[in-house]
């Protein structure tokens, strides 16, 4: 489980902790993408949304943005991009998980803080 600043986010693993990874649902706020698409300024949903992004193995919460990694060590964000926090250069809202270069290493580890995202590669 992550929290954002008013949205949260759960990583759901299969029983076995299998090879597949996991899957990620959100709820809360998506003024800023943070349910992983575009909704209307300030929608906010109390039903689970899950991400369109499967093999999930770490995944972290910014204020208003998520950061993935997955099982072969990629990683995806989408959310809140004012810092170009979610990958987006342009610095616009990720309204859909964007990859996020990691200079081709795999990812072992992610994190957030309010308007950054952290990475640790191998």
């Known amino acids: 489980l992550c929290a954002g600043w008013d949205f949260g986010a759960a990583l759901l693993l299969p029983r076995d902790d299998g090879p597949a990874g996991g899957r990620v649902v959100v709820w809360g706020r998506s003024d800023h993408c943070q349910l992983a698409c575009r909704a209307p300024s300030g929608r906010c949903s109390r039903d689970l949304v899950e991400v369109p992004l499967a093999g999930v193995r770490d995944l972290a919460c910014g204020s208003n943005h998520c950061v993935a990694a997955t099982r ?33 290493r795999a990812a072992a580890a992610v994190g957030c803080a309010y308007g950054s995202t952290f990475l640790v590669v191998q």
Not at 78 to 100: C, F, I, K, R, T
């Open 72 to 104: 072969d060590g990629a990683v995806y964000a989408w959310g809140w991009n004012e810092h170009g926090n979610a990958g987006d250069p342009s610095l616009a809202d990720v309204a859909q998980p964007l990859p996020v270069s990691t200079g081709q």
